[in-house]
């Protein structure tokens, strides 16, 4: 069973940066696609970025320029570089784990919930004015 545990959360200022972690226990994680989604008050859990075991990356509209998604196969943890952030980025950020080893999925891939097996508990991200 893989356990996902994200860390990194907290308050900051509109404007400014954080840097979430999640880190992952599975034995397979090399060969997982690994996303980042959030949820906010009121609204659907939402995509944010994902990256795959090629290490090709996938963004939403909303983030793109903004955040990056990166992986360290050697300690098993994937991490979203969070700059500019605005109050519209204010939510709980999910790290998942699709645990389809060496699955591809095209450039033009929407990612889903569905897609993706394991979860974290979540990390909370306030972002005030």
């Known amino acids: 069973q893989v356990q996902l545990v994200e860390s990194g959360g907290g308050l900051v200022q509109a404007g400014g940066s954080l840097r979430l972690s999640c880190a992952d226990s599975?034995?397979?994680?090399?060969?997982?696609?690994m996303a980042w989604f959030r949820q906010a008050p009121g609204k659907e859990r939402e995509f944010v970025a994902a990256i795959n075991w090629s290490f090709n990356t996938w963004y939403a509209y909303s983030v793109t320029g903004r955040f990056t998604i990166s992986r360290d196969n050697a300690v098993r943890r994937v991490h979203l570089q969070m700059n500019s952030l605005n109050i519209e980025d204010t939510a709980v950020y999910y790290c998942?784990?699709?645990?389809?080893?060496?699955?591809?999925?095209?450039?033009?891939?929407?990612?889903?919930?569905?897609?993706?097996?394991?979860w974290g508990q979540g990390t909370q991200v306030t972002v005030s004015s």
């Open positions: 998942a784990s699709d645990d389809q080893r060496w699955k591809s999925y095209s450039r033009s891939w929407d990612p889903q919930i569905s897609d993706f097996s394991s």
């Open positions: 599975g034995r397979t994680f090399t060969s997982n696609t």
